[in-house]
């Protein structure tokens, strides 16, 4: 399919941890998007990195792209259990489509 | 810049009725998207709407239906609730209506069909 699929589905780590997680796709992109998702609540927009682009930071955040694997990481340094969410890829050929998501716990 | 509001924000209905949920892009955008969210399907997108015309649509039955205003602000239906129609429905908006752009969601309307 065209949309990002995220990996794992799961991760907890403590406090002060990095977290990093993945999303692979398969057709070319114009962009990726990742998103962040508290419990029962609407989408953040995250950050977005062209296909030109290999690597963007915003804040604790740094998004890697390469686009000979077709694939993303999203990497949260020093995470904080306000981190604790569900993050989301879409890229840009997705017709508007998310994955399942990695659910992300940061345990304090 | 006030953001994506959708009304209401929690709604119990029972199966057979049918149901109107609202939502507001923030001004200025004039593409608005919807999604369900549920714990077993995860996050799937019901229909983009670009004024006033449905650009994109999910795979869902034509029980769900929505509409787009000419101020932008976009309304989905849904006739003969089912019990698996419960869920977390999501507006987001964006400036134009590609996925190129980045969406600003709503915080949602949490449906509960009993």
């Known amino acids: 399919s065209q949309q990002g699929e995220e990996d794992p589905q799961a991760l907890s780590i403590q406090e002060g941890e990095n977290a990093t997680m993945n999303c692979s796709y398969k057709?070319?992109?114009?962009?990726l998007q990742w998103y962040r998702q508290n419990s029962g609540r609407g989408l953040v927009h995250l950050i977005l990195?062209?296909?030109?682009?290999r690597e963007k930071h915003s804040g604790r955040l740094r998004v890697t792209l390469d686009t000979s694997k077709k694939s993303s990481s999203l990497l949260i340094t020093a995470s904080r259990a306000a981190d604790t969410a569900s993050y989301f890829c879409?890229?840009?050929?997705?017709?508007?489509?998310f994955g399942e998501g990695t659910q992300l716990t940061v345990n304090p | 810049k006030a953001g994506v509001t959708q009304t209401p924000r929690y709604l119990i209905k029972t199966r057979g009725q049918q149901v109107t949920l609202s939502c507001s892009p923030i001004?200025?955008?004039?593409?608005v998207s919807w999604y369900q969210q549920t714990p077993g399907q995860g996050l799937q997108f019901l229909f983009e709407?670009?004024?006033?015309?449905?650009?994109n649509k999910g795979n869902f039955p034509g029980r769900f239906s929505g509409r787009q205003f000419s101020n932008s602000r976009s309304e989905m239906n849904v006739s003969t609730l089912e019990l698996g129609d419960s869920a977390l429905y999501l507006c987001?908006?964006?400036?134009?209506?590609?996925?190129?752009?980045?969406?600003?969601f709503g915080p949602g309307t949490r449906l509960t069909v009993l």
């Open positions: 709407y670009f004024s006033e015309t449905q650009r």
């Open positions: 879409r890229t840009s050929g997705s017709r508007l489509t």
């Open positions: 987001a908006s964006s400036l134009e209506s590609t996925s190129y752009n980045e969406q600003f």
């Open positions: 001004s200025g955008h004039r593409s």
């Open positions: 057709t070319s992109i114009n962009n």
């Open positions: 990195i062209r296909s030109n682009e």
